[in-house]
Structure formats: structure tokens, C-alpha cells
């Protein structure tokens, strides 16, 4: 059976998942934005052998500890869309403006195309591209847990920033409601901050896509 279990990480409480087996122990992460040491005690303590990092998008808080993990454990970077590579190459430059420990730029194993998929243990997650945060913002869904790992398109009673370079309002709300939402109401998605929420209560109480 497949499982996973949410990571605040970074000053900007980012929810890094670690996504794994619980017959296999195998295990990939999702978005690693940093806190490393306290990651990797939490792979040590539940007995997990990572294998693979994904990418939802290359903003600092997602993708700072990328470069680091994956020479570390000897990890391939899988995603985002190729779209972010400008965001990828600004690393250094991000972390220095927000704050952040030291960021190095890398380039992906894998870049992710709309209804690509990846696979864990034989458990397979589809890949739809969602653009409007960031070009290159890919989604994560598992139909088998009925779990979405949406990073910053969605949240809990809000959507992600379009103010950020190559962002866009209109792109954004279009892939929430033509690639999300087929996913099904029923579907809980794990945002990349704040509480989980399900597709149908956005749906019915977000302000941004209410009645979408």
C-alpha cells in the first residue's frame, strides 16, 4: 500500500511528502525545499530507502535542498516541466533574496510533460502539467489513494500567486478546473503550505473557484 507523510519544511512552512511503500520501505520526495538533516531523520526513523525526488515547481521553498539531497543519496531529480528551468537556474539568486541557506541550480534526470506518470514500488502517480504559478508547475495525483500533491496551484480556501515572473490569473484558474477537478471531488489534495482540503470543498467554498 502506498503512503506518505507531510513535512513542514524552510521558514516558509513549506509541505515537502514523503511518498512510499509500507511493504517495500521504498520512498521518493516531493519537493525538498530544505531542513535536510531533519528529512533525512525522519527517512532514518521510519525505515525508508529514498530513491527518487519529484518536483511539483522550482520555487526556493520547493526546490532549495534539491541539488544538495540528491548528491547526497545519489538521487535522480524527477520533474518539473521543463517550463521552470529559468526558475531552476535562478536558485542561488532566490535563496540570497529570501533568506535561505546556499542554493546551487541543477537540471533535472526527468523533465515532466502533461500526462506523463512515475512510478514507486510499482505504484503509479499521473503527471498533469498546471501552469499559472509557475510555467513549468507539475501535479502528482495517485488514483489509488485518492490523494493529489498540487505544491502552490491550490490551497485550502485560496489559489497560488500569478505575481511572480511568467505567472498568470487565467492560466492558473484553467488548470485547476480543467485539471484538477476531473480528478474527482472526492480527492484530497496535499497543497504545498497550510491544511489539506478535498476538490469537492474548494469546489463548493473557495472564493477563487467557487461553482467552477
Not at 527517512?43 to 539531497?69: M, N, R, S
Not at 528551468?85 to 529570501?98: H, S, V
Not at 484558474?173 to 489534495?189: E, H, K, Y
Request: aromatic share 8%; charged share 20%.
Amino acid at each position: 500500500m502506498l503512503r506518505y507523510l507531510t513535512l513542514p519544511v524552510t521558514p516558509f512552512a513549506q509541505n515537502c511528502s514523503l511518498v512510499y511503500d509500507d511493504e517495500t520501505h521504498q520512498a521518493a520526495v516531493i519537493d525538498p525545499g530544505g531542513d535536510l538533516p531533519r528529512l533525512l531523520q525522519t527517512v532514518d526513523q521510519l525505515g525508508l530507502k529514498l530513491e527518487q525526488i519529484w518536483l511539483t515547481h522550482a520555487h526556493i521553498d520547493h526546490a532549495g535542498g534539491t541539488a544538495e539531497l540528491a548528491a547526497k543519496r545519489g538521487l535522480p531529480i524527477i520533474g518539473p516541466h521543463k517550463g521552470d528551468q529559468f526558475w531552476i537556474d535562478g536558485l542561488p539568486q532566490q535563496g540570497a533574496m529570501f533568506g535561505f541557506p546556499p542554493a546551487s541550480a541543477f537540471t533535472p534526470d526527468r523533465w515532466l510533460e502533461d500526462g506523463d506518470t512515475v512510478t514507486l514500488a510499482g505504484h503509479v502517480l499521473n503527471v498533469r502539467h498546471c501552469p499559472g504559478h509557475t510555467p513549468g508547475h507539475v501535479v502528482f495525483h495517485s488514483p489509488e489513494m485518492k490523494r493529489a500533491f498540487v505544491g502552490d496551484v491550490l490551497f485550502a480556501g485560496s489559489i497560488g500567486r500569478t505575481d511572480f515572473p511568467q505567472g498568470d490569473y487565467d492560466t492558473l484558474i484553467a488548470s485547476i478546473t480543467q485539471r484538477l477537478w476531473p480528478m474527482g471531488d472526492d480527492t484530497v489534495f496535499i497543497p504545498g503550505h497550510g491544511p489539506e482540503s478535498s476538490f469537492g470543498a474548494e469546489r463548493r467554498s473557495n472564493p477563487y473557484v467557487r461553482g467552477t
